[in-house]
């Protein structure tokens, strides 16, 4: 399953966003991989606290950025690339 949970950076409301029984249902199966669209560094911490919240392994955790242009979506790989390398992400 290709898991793709909105962050606060999609301007959805969190009740839209973070539905606790699908997380806990998906981070239990090593057939899920969750995918977060990284539009900042700041959006780290929501990933991290939500990966902390649900008990996500790390290695089904899977990091994009997010981009309009390939001048932005170079910026943004270059530090997501060292964030992925810290924590163990893909």
């Known amino acids: 399953y290709n898991v793709s949970p909105k962050l606060a950076n999609s301007n959805n409301p969190k009740k839209l966003r973070e539905k606790p029984k699908a997380y806990r249902f998906f981070a239990g199966s090593p057939k899920a991989v ?9 959006d780290m911490e929501e990933v ?4 902390e919240r649900y008990d996500i392994p790390v290695h089904q955790v899977y990091l994009m950025p997010e981009g309009t242009s390939g001048n932005s979506l170079m910026e943004k790989q270059q530090w997501l690339v060292e964030v992925c390398k810290k924590y163990g992400f893909h």
């Open 34 to 42: 969750f995918k977060f669209v990284i539009a900042g560094q700041g």
């Open 48 to 51: 991290l606290r939500l990966i």
